[in-house]
């Protein structure tokens, strides 16, 4: 049964088909009488069109969408600097209402490589950006890296990796701070490429050793804030612990490397869990069902030959950028996130069914609309965190073809699999903007693995057999990607 939030959701979205004027229309006479929920589903309303817009190039309804995007963020007191900015860029207003500023850089993940640990941002590398300092403190030397950027995700750690204790958090809001702490003072050598920074424990980070670009570091000896120094080393924990669960590194190795999964990175993630139970029906709960078939995915692939990851392996909430996040720190070749879907009313129950696939993309139907929502909805304030910027970086026009690619391999797959123990239904290949998507640096897809409020096919989610076919046949759609797209 569709829960009450749902049904809000649905009343406040306008997702019956309402054209772009006749949503700007309801914001103007509705946005203020509204609650704070139903502001932000409006707001995220509005911030579709504005995407959808930025795909087409439509400078009209950029402008109308910016314009309200700013006026729904000062009621929700969200940061509208990124819109005024964009909305002056539009109107050619210079000076000092609108500067010529450079895009946000944000390190979207880091990853160890061989001996290196790679840090990858959005944009490229401005040294200008990049200063370095070093501190000694109770015998740890201390390397510091500090980057005038946002991180992307919870703070990052590594243990006798380079160093033996690396810290990656955002020092203050404008600051990315990079720390490596060592018992005996080592050398940090760091190469930049592109948007790329490529660190190794060769050489010390200074003006003589520090191949171009990044001969402009300055402040070498800079004593940084007492509050910034890590703890001692013996003291430490294993990791800090961020205030949410992160997603379990569960490495599945390969057992006999397949003809197309030599090599290949897989992140699988179970969607919801934890405190979001997903779409309910009676006893029957979405994050139970998706973490059973995910699972057996994980070991089919296994079997394979893939290297298999998940975002999460046991009963445990995580936010929705920390799931992506996490794939682009495997360096994954491919995500895949694994859901199920609801009928919105107890009438529709019956005649709402079928496995459908999604691949990221401003919503094109009211079908695709209301299955977005429903998933979205259980970490909504934090679509916020997702700019323009961060739509330019992952809706393009190569990934997008990627993930279609993939969904459409997949839904056949999954399909024949499953009719061998149900008549399953064919939802189709889909477009949506599901937020869980957003950030992934590889194709990405989320599959509807049926209806939980279907009265035969929400009991069949739980049934073992019939976990075993799904889980089948995406591993299926996988290996038929792979052999297309060599």
Known sequence: MKRVLISLFLAFSFLFAATNSETFAKFDRNLMALNRSAKIKLHN????IYVDAIIKNDKNTKKQALTRLITSSKALGFDSSAYIRDLNAINGVKGASAPAVSPALTLLSATKVNDTLVLKFNTKLDTARLKTSFAKQQNVYKNIMDIDGRLNGNPLTYKNFISDYIHISQYDKNTVRIIFS??????????????????????FISNENVRAPLHKLKNKNEKPAQSAVEPNLKSEPAQSEPAQSEPVEEPLPPVAAGKFSRNKTIVI????????????????????????????????????????????????????????????????????????????????????????????????????????????????????????????????????????????????????????????????????????????????????????????????????????ALANGIANGIDGYFAKNR
Request: no cysteine.
């Open 182 to 203: 060592d018992k005996v003072q080592k050398t940090i050598k760091a190469n930049a490429t592109g948007d790329l920074l490529i660190i190794s424990a060769q050489n």
């Open 269 to 468: 993630d179970p969607g919801h869990g934890g405190t979001d139970p997903g779409a309910v029906n009676g006893s029957l709960k979405e994050k139970t069902a998706v973490l059973g078939v995910a699972k057996k995915l994980g070991e089919i692939l296994k079997s394979r030959g893939y290297k298999v990851y998940f975002t999460r392996s046991t009963d445990v909430f995580i936010n929705l950028r920390s799931r992506t996040k996490f794939a682009n720190d495997k360096m994954a070749d491919l995500f895949v996130s694994i859901h199920a879907n609801a009928a919105p009313n107890a009438a529709k129950a019956k005649s709402m069914h079928g496995i459908e696939t999604f691949f990221l993309s401003p919503a094109r139907s009211e079908r695709s609309k209301n299955a977005a929502a429903l998933e979205n909805k259980s970490d909504i304030e934090e679509m916020n965190y997702f700019s323009q910027q961060t739509f330019l970086n992952v809706l393009n026009r190569e990934k997008i073809i990627a993930s279609n690619k993939l969904g459409i391999d997949i839904q056949k797959d999954i399909l024949a699999s499953a009719r061998k123990v149900y008549a399953a239904s064919d939802g189709s290949v889909r477009e949506a903007p599901f937020w869980v998507l957003v950030g992934a640096l590889m194709p990405a897809v989320l599959v509807e693995i049926g209806y939980i409020t279907h009265p035969v096919e929400g009991e069949k989610l739980f049934d073992e057999a019939y976990q075993k």
């Open 45 to 48: 309303d509005i911030k579709n």
